[in-house]
């Protein structure tokens, strides 16, 4: 049942963390006008699908990422062309479905040879009714038919490239934002529940005691309070406190310790850890916290925001600085250690799960060509020049960035099971 738990916690955060982002997306792209095709949480085989207005809303089966597709960003899938049969329904005076096959079997239509077509500005059929030619007006949201899949014309205006730099700017940043505010909310209320560290604490407490390490076998217990260490007073500062263990290893040190009411003397040698330096006993702090209000959690959460980010921008310099795939983790790896992090209880998935949204939003900036951040350098280009870059060119960029970094994903994920199989 705990297993079940994780898995479902697991990919409840997932699934928060995309939709959250796709939204973005979505809801500024509509308010520019723009008409969106399909509101996709994963990749892959459709799992499930309802439409609501214009938008098919789709779960797929990987859980991956996701995309909302707007008219007029790619070719669309239909096209129809003069010399074409065709049929049409109309009502109200416009042409409401135009059907592409299976025209004997379609029932109150008009049918004919299209003379001429045009779906984006004039939204206009001509076509050639049994040797007479008839003209048909075009409802802006008319459905193509074909193969029984229904697509919803998009005339210029209601297309991605048809808005100002701005407005499509906007669109596409508005994914990585949501992706931000998600963060500072959830960092916020964090705050509120776990509290913040006390800046300058009084007294080191022992938090956990590992067993088989030198504490341990002292009796040391969580809780405790560490008064001296061979006469020193620690107070508050642990890093003093690791110093002067890291530097007596082997060596016996005398340590006072408070528990509760009483005051006790004992005595410690510190020793290796493997795969760490320097002498070690086995102990970690319990950080001392104090609570947080509702507005004060703001501030906590902007400040978590700042040091958040430098580490990620830290990581990436690293990872540039000295490049090893082994330093990567891709979906299965990021599953595995969400799922160790959902053991540990909600206040620590809540977290988990601000860092993870705060690190889509910045890497989705990144100038790398598929990613949002490449987009928005081409608007800035576009906006610059004042005319956009060829479309053929800026999508075989996106293209090749997409591919590499799908065979990127493919190489990470195929490490991440072998260090599974592996252990």
Do not use: C
Request: charged share 20%.
């Amino acid at each position: 049942m705990e297993t079940l738990q994780i898995v479902v916690l697991t990919v409840l955060m997932f699934f928060v963390i995309v939709t959250v982002h796709e939204w973005g997306h979505y809801y500024f792209a509509k308010r520019a006008g723009i008409l969106v095709r399909e509101f996709a949480i994963g990749f892959g085989p459709k799992l499930f699908s309802y439409k609501y207005q214009e938008t098919v809303f789709t779960l797929r089966l990987l859980p991956f990422g996701g995309y909302a597709r707007m008219a007029g960003e790619d070719p669309e899938l239909i096209e129809v062309q003069p010399g074409q049969t065709i049929a049409i329904k109309s009502a109200d005076g416009l042409v409401k479905s135009i059907y592409l096959d299976q025209l004997d079997n379609r029932k109150n239509v008009v049918r004919g040879e299209i003379l001429s077509i045009d779906l984006e500005r004039r939204l206009m059929i001509e076509m050639d009714v049994d040797g007479e030619k008839q003209q048909f007006p075009v409802h802006p949201q008319a459905m193509l038919i074909a193969r029984g899949q229904e697509t919803q014309i998009a005339p210029k205006d209601r297309q991605f490239n048809s808005k100002t730099v701005g407005q499509r700017a906007l669109a596409i940043f508005a994914g990585p934002f949501m992706n931000f505010l998600l963060a500072f909310v959830l960092f916020a209320i964090h705050a509120m529940i776990a509290g913040t560290p006390v800046e300058n604490p009084t007294y080191v407490k022992i938090g956990n005691v590992t067993e088989g390490m030198p504490a341990a076998e002292a009796d040391l217990r969580k809780g405790d309070i560490i008064e001296t260490i061979n006469g020193e007073a620690i107070g508050g500062d642990y890093n003093k406190m690791v110093t002067m263990i890291a530097e007596s290893m082997d060596e016996p040190m005398d340590w006072t310790v408070r528990r509760g009411n009483e005051v006790f003397d004992l005595s410690l040698t510190p020793r290796a850890m493997e795969g760490q330096e320097g002498g070690k006993v086995g102990i970690t702090p319990e950080i001392p916290t104090e609570d947080v209000g509702f507005f004060q959690s703001f501030a906590v959460s902007g400040k978590n925001m700042v040091t958040t980010t430098e580490s990620i921008f830290e990581g990436f310099r690293m990872l540039i600085a000295q490049f090893n795939i082994d330093d990567l983790g891709g979906p299965v790896r990021t599953f595995e250690v969400t799922g160790q992090i959902a053991k540990q209880g909600i206040l620590q998935l809540t977290q988990w799960t601000a860092i993870l949204s705060l690190y889509l939003g910045i890497f989705n900036l990144l100038p790398i060509p598929a990613l949002d951040g490449s987009r928005l350098i081409f608007l800035g280009i576009e906006g610059l020049r004042g005319k956009p870059i060829d479309p053929n060119r800026e999508g075989m960029v996106h293209f090749i960035g997409f591919a590499m970094l799908f065979l990127l994903m493919i190489a990470v994920t195929y490490n991440d099971i072998l260090r599974l199989i592996n252990g």
